[in-house]
């Protein structure tokens, strides 16, 4: 199949990752021009791109099509409030003129729900999107009735926060909801095929409630609860659509629950994570069966979820050594009769436990997992996994290892081990960890910190290390492009 692909924007996650897995598939996958795709902050030339999707298609089985992108030239554009409603819904068109030209070409689309504060673009940022985040928290309690205070509080924050910082947010949810209502509609007139309306971060108790209230009144009004789905996550959007192009029968996945909790509430989510599995399951057509050849691990945190990046010392909600060897045996049992294990680990958000990993070696080679992922939120790195589940076509070939080398070595020891020693060097340097300054001397300090985990990837890995390049794709330290020697290799070929 040839599928052109509109990514979310230029993050390995977000733009590598999905075309590499497309490619194991056996995809063509076509992608703008270098270039015109902008990163970080910058918006896209988002006419260009239209016209770039418009000319494409007529050569492609699908198209695969962010909508932050395509209307907005990018996510952190898209909470900037830069772009009319109106003069969103107008854009979209581009997607009815491509179905009355190519009317066998066939798109799947995704949108955000926008999360629940603003970009963390600088430390000042950092403060507003707590204060924000507490505002739209209160603001649906007072709302919902649920605490008599949280009126008096949402005004005091209203003092707070710097006016235009709350004008544009709340402008730009406005406008977030209304394209996601027209992005429905054009389900409805199977325009397009299918659609994924992605929660971004946000907490059980936040504006978004009322907007998903709305919106899963449409998609049930349209009849439309098997094309239009809205569940957590959103980075992930890319890689779950081409797969789902690509892999229409979906597979059938045993689910093995690992940890003492699979009811539990993931950070940055809204509802208990068993219904996100379900619900990305479902919009992939990957059924759970008992005894399936593939199964998929998943490991849930000890009690509350938190951060892989903070310093966790003895604290009682971290698993024992002892007890992650126990975690890890069923998941050595199952490799060793020919079952293709993949392993969801959400022990803690933006970043897996690198231990975990550590003591499965124990009890297996790491290269025969057949998937791992544990990077930013829950449903990210379950997509992100769910996608690789049917990009290996029930295998476990060489590019296969090569990426879940890939994850181990990104999601689990960057996230959680070298970003906070890198992070760390450069705020002694006097640099801002959002807009870096200085990118060949952190490059090196990132290579430097890599290295200094080395006793940690011989254990991981058996003492076989695989090569592996690690390089900052935007000039913040949030993510990083790793790549191993034995992959394809990154897909993004611009400059930072």
């Not at 975990?356 to 997509?383: D, F, H, I, R």
């Not at 990009?391 to 070595?409: D, K, P, S, V």
């Amino acid at each position: 199949m040839t599928v052109a692909f509109l990514p979310l924007d230029t993050r390995p996650c977000t733009y590598d990752l999905p075309v590499q897995l497309a490619r194991q598939s056996g995809a063509e996958v076509l992608l703008p021009p270098n270039g015109m795709v902008a990163a970080y902050k910058q918006a896209s030339d988002t006419a260009a791109l239209a016209r770039w999707l418009e000319e494409t298609a007529p050569g492609c089985d699908a198209l695969v099509v962010s909508a932050e992108q395509l209307l907005q030239g990018g996510l952190i554009p898209s909470r900037q409030a830069r772009v009319s409603a109106a003069r969103q819904c107008e854009m979209l068109e581009v997607l009815k003129r491509i179905r009355r030209k190519t009317p066998s070409v066939r798109t799947y689309l995704s949108n955000v729900l926008m999360r629940t504060s603003i970009s963390t673009l600088d430390p000042e940022s950092l403060v507003w999107w707590e204060k924000v985040n507490l505002y739209s928290k209160l603001c649906y309690r007072a709302k919902t009735g649920r605490c008599s205070e949280a009126a008096q509080q949402c005004r005091a924050l209203e003092q707070e926060i710097p006016a235009e910082v709350l004008r544009t947010f709340l402008t730009a949810r406005g406008t977030n909801h209304r394209v996601n209502r027209e992005c429905i509609r054009l389900a409805a007139e199977s325009v397009v095929e299918e659609l994924l309306i992605l929660q971004e971060d946000c907490a059980a108790e936040g504006l978004q409630r009322f907007e998903q209230e709305i919106l899963l009144r449409d998609i049930q009004a349209g009849g439309l609860s098997d094309r239009v789905f809205l569940f957590n996550g959103t980075d992930e959007a890319g890689a779950e659509l081409l797969q789902r192009a690509l892999h229409p029968g979906g597979c059938a996945v045993e689910v093995v629950w690992l940890g003492s909790q699979p009811d539990f509430v993931a950070k940055y989510e809204d509802r208990p994570f068993r219904e996100n599995l379900a619900e990305h399951m479902r919009a992939l057509h990957m059924r759970q069966e008992q005894g399936a050849r593939r199964v998929l691990f998943v490991l849930t945190p000890k009690q509350e979820q938190r951060e892989a990046a903070l310093p966790r010392g003895e604290a009682a909600h971290d698993y024992s050594e002892a007890e992650l060897q126990a975690i890890c045996r069923p998941i050595g049992q199952a490799a060793a009769r020919g079952r293709g294990c993949y392993l969801l680990d959400l022990d803690f958000a933006n970043g897996g436990n690198p231990f975990l990993l550590e003591c499965l070696a124990k009890e297996m080679p790491v290269t025969q997992l057949w998937g791992y992922a544990g990077w930013n939120t829950a449903s990210n790195a379950l997509g992100t996994l769910l996608a690789q589940i049917l990009a290996g076509g029930g295998g476990n070939r060489a590019l296969n290892r090569a990426f879940t080398a890939e994850r181990i070595l990104d999601d689990a020891v960057y996230q959680a081990i070298v970003r906070q020693a890198v992070a760390a060097r450069v705020k002694a340097d006097g640099q801002d960890v959002y807009n870096i300054r200085d990118i060949p001397k952190t490059q090196r300090w990132l290579e430097e910190e890599f290295e200094a985990v080395r006793p940690l990837l011989e254990a991981i890995f058996g003492g076989e290390v695989p090569a592996f390049e690690a390089r900052l794709r935007w000039p913040r330290l949030f993510e990083a492009a790793v790549f191993t020697r034995a992959g394809n290799g990154p897909v993004y070929t611009g400059d930072i």
